[in-house]
């Protein structure tokens, strides 16, 4: 059972301060609690909901087998971020986001394809007769593949979900999920508009003790899925078994004997009839043209 979210955790990690008054984005209004020394302060309480409401989203996700795909490009977010999606088995981008990542993925695709050719290339011994030249280019072009795709080198199709943290500076990623209508979850912080994320974590988004706090709970979340996923996958073979061992084979019948040959009984019949079936049996034989012309006479 995933761990429950509480104010209190929240407050501690600094999950509540958010911008500048000044920088404030209006729309954010119904989330923030007050304003201290200049600083728009959140409500946890509602927070705290919206933690759970995406994570309810999220574990369905997982359940369902399909992936969710982080996005955190930020100095003090990609370390924090690359750990908890590696520890939910999930694809991610913290190093700069390819444009067209997800609106063009066929492109993408096909970079990712070309890291696995160069690896390929090295286990089968063509890597070697290449010049040194050119295995110093092709090394260069695998370690940039590696670093900017390495993390959705297993994503073989587009990502169910993203999860975002910092709408504003990560406004690509968002722009394409929106128009390929990929549900996002994001953390927003009081600068950034929550118009356009369909699952708004109202929290903060720069203290890298924040943004752990609530990856904590969502990569629990994922955690819990992915296991509900194997647990049911697991009950399904047991049932499979469990009904192969109820169906048993039909019984095999005695072998039967060969039935005994039944001779046809002729009916019994007189003389006369006798004859007449030989008459019968016999051939029609034509009548010559004289025979014919004698009987006229």
């Known amino acids: 059972m995933a761990k429950k979210v509480e104010v209190k955790d ?27 020394n200049g600083i728009h302060i959140i409500n946890l309480y509602k927070t705290a909901a919206k933690i759970q409401e995406a994570n309810e989203a999220l574990k369905k996700i997982a359940a369902s087998g399909r992936k969710i795909l982080f996005v955190a490009t930020k100095k003090q977010a990609k370390d924090i971020v690359a750990e908890k999606a590696k520890n ?10 390819p444009g067209g990542m997800l609106t063009n993925f066929v492109t993408i695709r096909k970079a990712v394809k070309k890291m696995a050719s160069i690896d390929r290339m090295k286990q089968d011994g063509t890597f070697n007769t290449l010049s040194k030249k050119e295995r110093l280019a092709v090394d260069r072009l695998r370690a940039k593949l590696e670093k900017n795709l390495g993390s959705i080198s297993d994503m073989s199709r587009l990502p169910a979900a993203l999860f975002v943290v910092d709408t504003t500076r990560e406004h690509i990623a968002v722009a394409e999920a929106m128009k390929l209508n990929i549900p996002i979850f994001a953390m927003v912080d009081t600068n950034s508009d929550p118009r356009v994320i369909d699952y708004v974590i109202p929290s903060n988004d720069d203290a890298s003790k924040s943004i752990e706090s609530i990856m904590n709970f ?4 994922i955690i819990e899925g992915l ?59 034509q009548k010559s043209k004289k025979q014919i012309l004698n009987e006229e006479e």
């Open 10 to 36: 929240l407050l501690e990690a600094g999950v509540h301060f958010g911008h500048l008054t000044r920088k404030w984005n209006p729309n954010m209004a119904p989330y923030i609690y007050m304003e201290r």
């Open 88 to 97: 939910a088995n999930m694809p991610y981008i913290t190093e700069r986001w």
């Open 218 to 221: 969502v990569s629990e979340a």
């Open 227 to 285: 296991s509900e996923r194997k647990a049911g996958s697991d009950d399904d073979n047991d049932d499979e078994e469990g009904m192969a061992k109820k169906v048993k084979a039909p019984k095999k019948d005695k072998e039967a004997k060969p039935a005994k040959k039944v001779k046809a009984e002729v009916p019994s019949t007189d003389e006369e009839d006798v004859e007449d079936m030989k008459e019968a049996k016999q051939p029609v034989r």
